[in-house]
């Protein structure tokens, strides 16, 4: 599964395999146009950009996001019967995949307010459990989260920052962990060396350090 697992940008994600997935497409530099299911965490530009999307997108792909961004997701051009929404701790099986709505908000500053209903999902393929976490801080929802591969923020700022973040990854202990949202609007190579020197020894991780 792991060599089926691209960041392309941010935390622009593509799971490939029999079921292509997209979460938060942006700044893609091929329209493949492959996607099965398109998933979006919130609104914010960097992860809801339809320029980026329709890339991915094919005439029947179907698309994912929280309840409070569905007027989003229809005034960007998503048709209404290939949009589906969910909420925290609501499951949905597209495709053959089981989605499961984890919160995602910040605790210490005012970018992602929990109100706001914005989210991570937990994508049950075959025998992973891959935890996408979105734009979050260390919350106890995510801490709660089973699974086997994470995706998680490590760049600070809009996020949870390095050290945050292995505390998070050593927490859930999934067995491998991919750092995302660094090295390209917020985070740095030397976020990556940190947080790869703060995690647990017996997490895998999966990340390129000059």
Not at 81 to 98: D, F, N, P, Q, S
Not at 172 to 183: A, K, L, Q, R, S
């Amino acid at each position: 599964m792991l060599d089926q697992i691209t960041v392309n940008a941010h935390s622009s994600i593509r799971i490939g395999g029999n079921t292509v997935v997209y979460v938060d497409p942006f700044r893609l530099t091929q329209e493949a146009h492959d996607a099965d299911l398109i998933l979006f965490t919130h609104p914010h530009y960097d992860h809801f950009s339809p320029e980026d999307f329709r890339k991915a997108a094919k005439p029947d792909t179907v698309f994912v996001c929280p309840g409070s961004m569905k007027q989003e997701a229809l005034a960007a051009g998503v048709e209404p019967h290939y949009l589906a929404t969910v909420e925290a701790e609501e499951t949905l099986c597209l495709r053959g995949i089981e989605i499961e709505g984890v919160p995602a908000y910040n605790t210490n500053k005012p970018n992602h307010p929990k109100k706001k209903g914005w989210l991570g999902y937990v994508l049950e393929i075959g025998p992973e459990h891959i935890y996408i976490a979105g734009d979050t801080d260390r919350i106890p929802e995510g801490e709660a989260v089973y699974c086997t591969i994470a995706l998680v923020p490590i760049g600070g700022t809009y996020t949870m920052n390095a050290e945050e973040a292995a505390a998070f990854v050593n927490k859930i202990h999934p067995h491998t962990v991919i750092p995302t949202h660094y090295g390209c609007i917020v985070g740095s190579l030397d976020d990556a060396r940190t947080f790869v020197k703060n995690l647990d020894r017996s997490v895998e991780v999966c990340l390129k350090i000059d």
